[in-house]
Structure formats: structure tokens, C-alpha cells
């Protein structure tokens, strides 16, 4: 569970969609993450997955997971400027004794720029 | 509403100065962590705790150390600050999971920026 990849950069115009990609490698998190990190702030949950899940819809938000390439994807529709964030992809850690220590493996975080 | 609050926004210390980061949780959350954010580098864990009293090292421990005397204050230490420690300190909470309808969300504090020159 300690290898969570995501591109560093993303860049759409204002309207089109946003997709974030991130693989993961723990087979056995139990949740899946997306935070966001607006400039000079703490990170924010933005919306999570349960293992047992396909997809999730949240207003403009569409989280895809693919268990068996261990790929997760968020998806943002209508993208605006106010979108422009680092967005982090996160993993809990295993299922054994360490999940109930709650710690969260997070990728390194990918860029969106949306331009008007 | 949930907070997390760190005490210091922005701090400038110089090399050699002993730091205390605070932070203190209001959700009665049994887990803590130190978590410190550089460009390209994401988030590294430092320490975190899951009880009072209780710690454990993270990723990146070295330079650092950690005290939670309470249950809502998990404090960070920097021994005697250098100029590699200059970066975002966040702080985060969360229930142990497991709990009935506890996804094991971690709530952030604001950060702390931290220079030592």
C-alpha cells in the first residue's frame, strides 16, 4: 500500500471534463480517496469509494474504480476556474491490524489548471 | 463543525532553535498525525499516534519527535531546526476504523509553514 501513482500535472479549459488518474497497490484497501488542496490550505476530503464499488456519482464528481488494474479515476464535469487545486489520490492501508490505525498511503498529488 | 487546528500559520526559526508545532482536534478522534508536504514530493509521514501516550514513526521520523499528553493535542517537535526542514507541516486526525459508519477519513489541519534559515 505504498506506492500510489498520479500524473503531476493536468491542464483543461473552463467547460470541458477533468479526468485524474491513479493507480494504487494495496488489493486489499478497504477505501479510496480523493482529497483537495486548494492553494496555501490544508487538504479537503472531496468525495471516496468503497472497495466493494464500481463507480460513485456526486453531483459533477464521477469516481471510477478498477479493482482488478487496481486504477482509480476521478472524473470532473463542467470543469470551472474554481476547480484549479492539487488533487490527491489516497489509499487506507491493508486489511489486517494496521487499518485500525487509520493511516492513509496519498500519491503526490496532480495539478489541474483550468484556463478560462 | 469538525476542526483541526494548528497554532501556527507561518514561522520563521533559525538553525539550531528548538520548534513546537501544536495541534489540537475537537472530534475526539483516537488517531493523530504529522504529515509534511513538499513540491513533488506529496505528503510524508512523520509520526502519528493512536491513543494517548501512544507513538509511532512514520516514513521520515528523523529530526523529529512527538508528544500527546492529551487526546486532542498531538504536538511536533524539531529538536534543534535545519534549513531541510523548511516545508508544509499538516496535521490530521481520524476515528480508528472499523467504527460503525467511519470510513477512516483523515482531517486536515490548515498546515503550518515552517522556514529555518
Known amino acids: 500500500g505504498e506506492d500510489v501513482e498520479q500524473s503531476l500535472f493536468l491542464s483543461v479549459r473552463e467547460g470541458d471534463s477533468s479526468v485524474i488518474n491513479c493507480t494504487y497497490t494495496d488489493s486489499s484497501s478497504t477505501y479510496l480517496y480523493w482529497y483537495k488542496q486548494e492553494p496555501g490550505a490544508g487538504l479537503q476530503l472531496l468525495t471516496y469509494?468503497?472497495?466493494?464499488?464500481d463507480m460513485k456519482q456526486d453531483q459533477r464528481l464521477t469516481v471510477l474504480l478498477n479493482k482488478k488494474d487496481k486504477h482509480l479515476s476521478l472524473r470532473i464535469a463542467d470543469t470551472q476556474t474554481g476547480d484549479s487545486a492539487i488533487y490527491f489520490c489516497?489509499?487506507?492501508?491493508?486489511?489486517?491490524?494496521?487499518?485500525?490505525?487509520?493511516?492513509?498511503?496519498f500519491g503526490r498529488g496532480t495539478q489541474l489548471t483550468v484556463w478560462p | 463543525d469538525v476542526k483541526v487546528t494548528q497554532s501556527s500559520r507561518y514561522l520563521v526559526k533559525r538553525t539550531g532553535e528548538k520548534v513546537f508545532l501544536e495541534c489540537v482536534q475537537d472530534m475526539d478522534h483516537e488517531n493523530m498525525f504529522w504529515y509534511r508536504q513538499d513540491p513533488g514530493l506529496g505528503l510524508r509521514l512523520i509520526y502519528f499516534s493512536y491513543d494517548v501516550k501512544m507513538k509511532e514513526k512514520g516514513d521520515i521520523p528523523e529530526g523529529y519527535s512527538v508528544s500527546r499528553e492529551k487526546k486532542e493535542r498531538f504536538s511536533l517537535i524539531l529538536e534543534s531546526a535545519s534549513t531541510n526542514q523548511t516545508s508544509m507541516y499538516l496535521c490530521?486526525?481520524?476515528?480508528?476504523?472499523?467504527?460503525?459508519?467511519?470510513?477512516?477519513?483523515?482531517?486536515f489541519g490548515e498546515g503550518s509553514r515552517l522556514t529555518v534559515l
Open positions: 469509494i468503497f472497495s466493494n464499488m
Open positions: 490530521a486526525s481520524s476515528h480508528t476504523t472499523g467504527s460503525a459508519g467511519n470510513t477512516g477519513e483523515l482531517f
Open positions: 489516497a489509499e487506507s492501508y491493508g486489511s489486517d491490524g494496521g487499518s485500525t490505525l487509520g493511516r492513509l498511503y
